[in-house]
Structure formats: structure tokens, C-alpha cells
């Protein structure tokens, strides 16, 4: 199985995030984040990982993206009930996990084994992240 090794780069000091792009490594620091060429340095950026995972279809309002580390996602469980996360990776599980605003981790296994949500079936929608809309993760 093959894994699309794609990144995006939030550039701290012009607030701004590059399109999603491959790492080309170039020999004084830098690198290429998008398809214009534009030069960004490590130093000034902090890289988000594409997850693999990819949004729902919300039709005009969200259309479907790619998910990275550091987006914040929305989510309904079986009851109607919304959630809003964090895209993290869990260290101790080794795995992607949702980070909601009540601090409790989703992953597969917590998805699995709650019983308010059927895995095959979380769908989210990405509503930002935590560089541009950090305000979204206070607790609703």
C-alpha cells in the first residue's frame, strides 16, 4: 500500500498557509510549498502532515478536503450530538485520534467501541485550524 506523503506549511510571520505540496529539499534551507514556486523557510513555518484521511461531502458549505494534522474537524455522533476536535497524532497509541474539546481522545478503538459512532461511517467536515481559528477549539 502505497501513502501520499503530502504536507502544508503555515507560515508564522506572513499568516499564511501554502497549498498542499511534496517536500523538495533545497540545498540552502529551503523548500517549494506550492506550485508557484514561492520559497518558504523551515525556520518560519510549521508543517502540517496529511493524514490520509479525507472529509465528508457537505455539499456548497464544505467540500471535500484532505485532512491534516492540526485541523479541526466537525462531527455528529448517532444521537445528533456535535463534536469538534483536533486532528492529532496519539503518541501513546500510535495512531490518528480526534482531540475533542472536552479534552477526550477518539480514535478508532474509543470510535468502535462507544456505540455513538460507526466507524465506517464518521464523516466530518474540516471548519479550520489551530493556526488561523484556534478560537473554534474553546469548549462549546
Known amino acids: 500500500?502505497?501513502?501520499?506523503?503530502?504536507?502544508?506549511?503555515?507560515?508564522?510571520?506572513?499568516?499564511?498557509?501554502?497549498?498542499?505540496?511534496?517536500?523538495n529539499a533545497l540545498d540552502d534551507g529551503g523548500f517549494e510549498a506550492n506550485e508557484h514556486g514561492d520559497l518558504w523557510y523551515i525556520d518560519d513555518c510549521d508543517i502540517m502532515q496529511f493524514t490520509g484521511l479525507v472529509s465528508s461531502d457537505g455539499g456548497c458549505h464544505f467540500p471535500v478536503q484532505d485532512a491534516y494534522f492540526g485541523d479541526i474537524v466537525e462531527f455528529y455522533n448517532t444521537d445528533g450530538n456535535r463534536s469538534v476536535a483536533e486532528i492529532i497524532w496519539d503518541d501513546k497509541l500510535h495512531c490518528i485520534s480526534f482531540k475533542?474539546?472536552?479534552?477526550?481522545?477518539?480514535?478508532?478503538?474509543?470510535?468502535?467501541?462507544?456505540?455513538?459512532?460507526?466507524?465506517?461511517?464518521?464523516?466530518?467536515?474540516?471548519?479550520?485550524?489551530?493556526?488561523?481559528?484556534?478560537?473554534?477549539?474553546?469548549?462549546?
Open 100 to 140: 475533542r474539546t472536552d479534552g477526550f481522545l477518539l480514535n478508532y478503538e474509543t470510535i468502535r467501541n462507544s456505540g455513538y459512532f460507526q466507524p465506517s461511517n464518521l464523516q466530518f467536515q474540516i471548519i479550520g485550524n489551530i493556526y488561523q481559528n484556534s478560537e473554534l477549539l474553546n469548549d462549546n
Open 1 to 23: 500500500m502505497n501513502k501520499e506523503l503530502k504536507f502544508r506549511a503555515y507560515n508564522k510571520d506572513k499568516n499564511k498557509m501554502s497549498a498542499p505540496f511534496y517536500i
